[in-house]
């Protein structure tokens, strides 16, 4: 197997410079005083037994997490009378530990957790238990005992499909160049998804079948080192390359621009993650094959339940466990994904806009022959 990568498959993550933006939900006066608490580092606003919930956020790179996943949440534990308090960290594991450290000072109750890397998270959920305060691992894997809970899709299931999905594009056989998109190192995500994209690749690696020409994982997710990693690709192979697997549609879209800088946008094969706008419309366009979608207002929505009762001293218990360290587990509340193309694109569409995706913005101008079957009723509503 060949890879050019200069990260590797489980190198050491380097944060991205980024601006940093910060979500925080409150309510009345209450919501007031948590605002000027937050901004001047204050640790005396709340009494001991305020029924506050915090969530840490990794980085709000793809718009599901501040569009979808967090007013689910909110929604859901207002619903049972409790405030959100929610930060997000760019994807800079000393920003997190920060944002923790000042979600304690504000005596939450319990803390839902989506850690910038599941080692950084260790030891956030270290302080957390040392302070009396549960966390709820959420989207990205914490490998800790300590865990109350982990709600999450299977993000190696995500990366098989991945991987399968080529199989078909290339007529039922693995062959060729490949290209796998990774995304911030250290990630649960950006690791599971490539490690099930191997778990597919590996058996035709082997009998030479495929050569993988590069794996990298992108700082922050970037669309624009993965569009650089694309193109390098093609000029090492000379425009040889048979399919790119990219850990999110921001990637994706990078992918896509190198390929049609080349004329060959909707000849490789290209998937991503999170059925954004733009990367609906490029399903539609034929330029991007296939996307996932993971059902992340049930996630929001369960992980706020679970942080609703481990506020309330509850234990939380499920069907499933997820292995740590140690030769424990915890439970796990697994969420389903799935693939979203041009077929079951208005289903999609009638779900999920215009609270996360916009069916306006997607189908604006695509020519009448690439839109399928009812996407003009979803223009006239």
Same mark, same amino acid.
């Given at each position: ?41 204050? #640790? ?104 109350s809970a982990y709600v999450a899709r299977d993000n ?70 993965? #569009? ?7 000029? #090492? ?139 003009k009723d979803l223009l006239k509503s």
């Open positions: 197997m060949e890879n050019d990568s200069k990260e590797g498959l489980l190198d050491s993550d380097a944060p991205p410079q980024m601006k940093r933006r910060t979500f925080m939900t409150t309510a009345g006066a209450l919501g007031a005083a948590l605002a000027s608490s937050t901004l001047l580092g204050s #640790r005396s606003v709340f009494a001991a037994d305020a029924r506050t919930i915090g969530f840490s956020f990794a980085t709000y790179t793809a718009p599901r997490f501040a569009k979808l996943d967090l007013p689910v949440f909110q929604k859901a534990v207002a619903a049972a009378g409790y405030t959100t308090v929610s930060l997000e960290a760019d994807s800079k594991v000393d920003r997190q530990i920060n944002d923790v450290q000042n979600l304690l000072g504000q005596q939450i109750a319990a803390l839902t957790l989506m850690a910038v890397t599941g080692e950084s998270g260790v030891g956030l959920v270290r302080q957390c238990k040392q302070a009396g305060v549960p966390v709820i691992a959420y989207n990205n894997e914490i490998p800790s005992a300590d865990v190696v299931a995500v990366g098989v499909l991945m991987a399968k999905g080529a199989e078909t594009f290339l007529g039922g056989k693995l062959r060729g160049n490949f290209v796998i998109a990774s995304g911030h190192p250290g990630d649960g995500v950006a690791v599971g998804i490539t490690k099930g994209c191997m778990q597919v690749l590996k058996p035709a690696i082997d009998r030479g079948d495929v050569k993988l020409i590069s794996q990298e994982f992108h700082e922050g997710w970037d669309p624009e080192l993965a #569009r650089k990693q694309v193109e390098n690709a093609l000029t #090492r192979t000379n425009n040889n390359i048979q399919a790119v697997l990219c850990n999110s549609d921001g990637m994706a879209g990078g992918a896509i621009a190198a390929l049609r800088t080349q004329g060959l946008a909707g000849k490789v094969y290209v998937c991503g993650l999170d059925a954004t706008n733009e990367a609906c419309r490029l399903i539609l366009m034929g330029e991007l094959t296939f996307d996932i979608f993971t059902k992340c207002d049930e996630m929001a929505q369960k992980a706020a339940e679970l942080s609703v009762q481990l506020a309330q001293g509850k234990s939380v218990s499920g069907s499933r466990t997820y292995p740590v360290p140690g030769g424990k587990s915890v439970p796990y509340f697994p969420i389903d994904s799935y693939a979203i193309n041009r077929d079951n694109m208005v289903e999609y569409l009638k779900k999920y806009s215009p609270a996360y995706v916009d069916a306006r913005t997607i189908l604006q101008d695509i020519p009448d022959d690439k839109l399928p079957p009812g996407a």
